[in-house]
Structure formats: structure tokens, C-alpha cells
């Protein structure tokens, strides 16, 4: 970031304020207005703060108009090709990737954090059995800290906090997947890698063992890659501003998780599978949700579609589509549901509307379908996404609980309520 000596000029009440211009590493521009209020009085109003930022980071970089996403400057299509998930993991938290050494060592320290404590089972067994998973997850994760006392150093606190969150998040994920249907939790093993395992927790199965496909496989490390960060959206905004009150990691992660939940973030992947579902359901009809879509007093929103931040293709929802035609002919399957969306998606950018609106597929729009192909349940697609923005979410709190300037997130507001008032007691009212 430059701040060689680059200003605008703020003209208010006959006065000139000079606010510092400041330049990203990608040559973005932002307006500096740390000291707005104490130097002219004024607030900024910036709803959802589309405008803003909060921070300034090197993790990820997006550039939403020509469809940009690099971890730590490396091109999200190439970890897509050739990373693992926890190389990617490493690469995030850590700032570079990992040599053979380090990648060994943290793939050790995975595996032997990778059991719960017993008695989280009990907590697992008294959820009702309809309970949503991403509840039972956020509940759960927050509960880690129970299990685990403070240690003695800030910084092995944090160590072997993102260690046991990122070892234990699947092996959590799996469990109330197995204890929702009653059947026998299983056991993460060291010989399996991190997404062959998370898979065999899942289906493995006494009576019918699990096949364990390369190209299963393959998918869902792309598709946790593909999910790990994205700057500061909804869910990692949350993480930063609950972790600056300085609560412990598990409780900042939990929150994150919450948020992710909702169906205009993470929730997309589960509510776009229920969007295609009802088309299908309603004879196909496409042009009649096009049309909803558009209609400004209707709220249905076409699911998987649109970005606060990318005013063209997701890069991720490319590289999913393309997986989505791949993993579903390897693995002998048609899936109605693929060939409706891509129907769908090639009459909305025909249309007028989603033209002007700049509304592409976002990440969410084929990444069901991909999970419905490797055999997980709907209710369980953003639970994935959790899993995969773990790495993130971590990356994004250290970086904000290092940064020596970093303060409490306690935004201002501009009032519209009542000017003062007397109380009126309860007989004159
Ligand atoms: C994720 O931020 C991230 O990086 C998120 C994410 C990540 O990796 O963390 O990428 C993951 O959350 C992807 C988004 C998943 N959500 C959906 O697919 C839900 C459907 N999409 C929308 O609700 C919407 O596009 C958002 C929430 C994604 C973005 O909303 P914005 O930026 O607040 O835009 P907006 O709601 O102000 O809409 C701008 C205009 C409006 O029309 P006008 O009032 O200006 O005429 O575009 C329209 C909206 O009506 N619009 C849509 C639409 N999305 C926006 N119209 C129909 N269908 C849509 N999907």
C-alpha cells in the first residue's frame, strides 16, 4: 500500500479538508477517513458497506469487473489444478505455501487433532433429529471451547486453536451427519487425506464399506479450494468484528458459521438446489422465474446469481460448471437438475435485465450439483462451504488480531428516530 503523499480534497461548510488517497499493491484506490469525524464533524452512510472498506489485507484479491480471485496472489484456477486443500489451507494462513517438511508436519498435527471429545457425542444426541446441520455446527464449534482450557502463551493458544479447528471441523460435520440418520459415528483415519477422509466419515458404512472415488475425491478438493476465501464477505466480516472484541477463536469461528447460514450468502448452494427443484417441479418452467426475478414487487431472487463484487462470471462458478459436466460423466450419472440450470443460466444472459443488472452465475449456482453427485445431503451443501471457508476465516482473524492499528469494530450511525421526548406515565397515555 503507497500513501506517498496523494490526497482529495473535501470541500464542507467553506472549510477544505485534505483526506489521504491511499493505493493497494493491485493499484486500487481508496479514500483514507480515519480521522472524518474528529477533523470535520461528519460520518459517512454506507449500507451493507458496499463502499467501504474495513481493512486494509493481503490474503485475497478479487477483482470483480474482469473476474480476478488470488490466495496470496496465486491464481485461484491454478490451486484449482494442482493444490491440495490443505497446501491451500497452509498457503492462507500462513502467507506462502508449505515446503515438503512443513506440509508433512501440519499433516500430522491434523491427524492427531482430528477426534472430538467423547462427550461432544451426548450434545450431538440430544439435537432433534430435523435440527439444520450448519446449527448443530456453529453450536458445536463454539462448545470446543469448553473442552479445551487456555494455555499458557497467547501464541500457543492460537496454534493449537486453528489446528484443532481445522482438524476437528470434518470429523464435527461427519458426526451429526451419521448420529442425524442413527447410525455409527466413524473415525477419522491417519492413512486417509484431508478430503478422503472427511468422505470415508461420512459413508463408510460396516455392512456396505464406502468406494472411495479418485474422481470424488478430486472434486471435493477442488470444490473446498474453490470456497476457502473471498476477501471480506458477509461471514468473514463477521469473524473479524466478533474477534476484535478479542473473544476466543471458537466463538469468532461459530459466528462466522451463523452467518454463512443465511440463503443471500452460503445458504445460495442449498436454496439454488430447491429453486431448480420447484422449476423442475412446475413443468420446467424457466420464463416464469425469469419473470419473477425481474419483477420488482416479488422477492424471489433467482438463486446462484449476482455478487455484491463480481459484475461478471464468478471465476469459481466457470471452473465449477466445467467439474459439474466432468465429475457427473465419470461417474455415469445424468442429473436433470444440470441440464435445467444451464438452461436457465443461458436465458438469463440473454436478458435484458441480467445484462444491465450485471447478475452472472455466482460460485453457488452449479456447486449443488457437484455435491449432490458425490452423495451429500441438500441440508448439508453449506455445512461444505463452512468446512472450506474454515482456512479463510482463520487467516482473516490472525491477520486482524496482529495488526497493531487494528481496533474494536464499532461503527456510527446516522439517527432518524424520535427527537427527545417526556415519558408519559401509563394512566395518560
Ligand atoms: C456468496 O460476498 C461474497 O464474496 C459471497 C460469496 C463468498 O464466497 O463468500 O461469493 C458467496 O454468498 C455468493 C452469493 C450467493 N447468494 C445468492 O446467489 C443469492 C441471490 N443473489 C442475490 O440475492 C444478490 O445478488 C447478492 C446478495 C448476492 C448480492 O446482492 P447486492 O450486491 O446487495 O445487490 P442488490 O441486492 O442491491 O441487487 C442489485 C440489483 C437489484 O435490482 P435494483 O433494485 O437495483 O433494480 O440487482 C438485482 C436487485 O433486485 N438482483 C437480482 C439478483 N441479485 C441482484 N435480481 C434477481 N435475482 C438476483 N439473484
Known amino acids: 500500500m503507497s500513501t506517498e503523499n496523494e490526497y482529495i480534497t473535501l470541500i464542507y461548510n467553506d472549510q477544505s479538508f485534505k483526506l489521504p488517497l491511499l493505493t493497494g499493491s493491485e493499484g486500487e484506490k481508496s479514500i483514507d477517513i480515519s480521522n472524518l469525524r474528529s477533523e470535520t464533524g461528519l460520518i459517512t452512510l454506507d449500507k451493507g458497506y458496499a463502499n467501504t472498506g474495513s481493512c486494509t489485507s493481503s490474503i485475497t484479491f478479487m477483482d470483480g469487473e474482469k473476474g480476478i480471485l488470488r490466495y496470496r496472489g496465486i491464481p485461484v484456477e491454478q490451486l484449482a489444478e494442482q493444490a491440495t486443500f490443505k497446501e491451500t489451507a497452509y498457503l492462507l494462513i500462513n502467507g506462502r505455501l508449505p515446503n515438503k517438511e512443513e506440509l508433512s508436519d501440519f499433516s500430522v498435527l491434523l491427524n492427531d487433532h482430528s477426534l472430538v471429545h467423547e462427550d461432544m457425542q451426548l450434545f450431538y444426541q440430544n439435537f432433534p433429529r430435523t435440527s439444520h446441520p450448519m446449527g448443530i455446527l456453529s453450536s458445536m464449534v ?177 471452473i465449477m460448471k466445467k467439474m459439474c459436466d466432468n465429475l457427473l460423466d465419470k461417474l455415469h450419472i445424468t442429473d436433470p437438475l444440470l441440464d435445467l440450470a444451464k438452461k436457465l443460466e443461458e436465458v438469463a444472459l440473454k436478458d435484458d435485465y441480467f445484462v444491465e443488472h450485471n447478475l452472472y452465475p455466482n460460485v453457488d449456482f452449479y456447486s449443488g450439483i457437484v455435491l449432490r453427485a458425490i452423495g451429500i445431503p441438500t441440508n448439508m451443501f453449506t455445512v461444505m462451504f463452512a468446512i472450506s471457508r474454515l482456512p479463510g476465516w482463520i487467516a482473516q482473524w490472525k491477520e486482524s488480531i496482529d495488526d497493531p492499528n487494528w481496533k474494536i469494530c464499532r461503527p456510527r450511525q446516522l439517527f432518524i428516530g424520535h427527537k427527545k421526548r417526556d415519558f408519559i406515565p401509563i394512566d395518560k397515555r
Request: charged share 20%.
Open 142 to 318: 463454539n462448545a470446543l471451547k469448553s473442552f479445551y482450557p487456555v494455555l499458557q502463551t497467547v501464541e500457543e493458544e492460537i496454534n493449537i486453536t486453528v489446528t484443532r479447528l481445522l482438524a476437528k471441523i470434518r470429523t464435527m460435520a461427519a458426526m451429526s451427519y451419521k448420529i442425524s440418520r442413527g447410525h455409527k459415528v466413524v473415525y477419522p483415519r491417519p492413512d486417509l487425506s484431508y478430503c478422503a477422509n472427511f468422505l470415508n466419515m461420512m459413508f463408510e458404512n460396516p455392512v456396505k464399506p464406502y468406494q472411495m472415488r479418485t474422481e470424488v475425491v478430486n472434486a471435493l478438493r477442488v470444490f473446498w479450494i474453490l470456497h476457502a476465501d473471498h476477501e471480506q464477505n458477509c461471514s468473514t466480516t463477521t469473524v473479524r468484528v466478533v474477534g476484535s472484541g478479542r473473544v476466543n477463536l471458537y466463538a469468532a469461528i461459530s459466528a462466522g458459521i451463523s452467518a454463512l447460514w443465511g440463503p443471500l450468502h452460503g445458504g445460495a448452494n442449498q436454496a439454488v438446489i430447491k429453486m431448480l427443484t420447484d422449476i423442475m417441479q412446475d413443468n420446467g418452467d424457466i420464463h416464469k422465474s425469469i419473470k419473477r426475478a425481474k419483477d420488482k414487487n416479488d422477492s424471489f431472487r433467482l438463486m446462484g446469481f449476482g455478487h455484491r463484487v463480481y459484475k461478471t462470471y464468478d471465476p469459481r462458478a466457470i
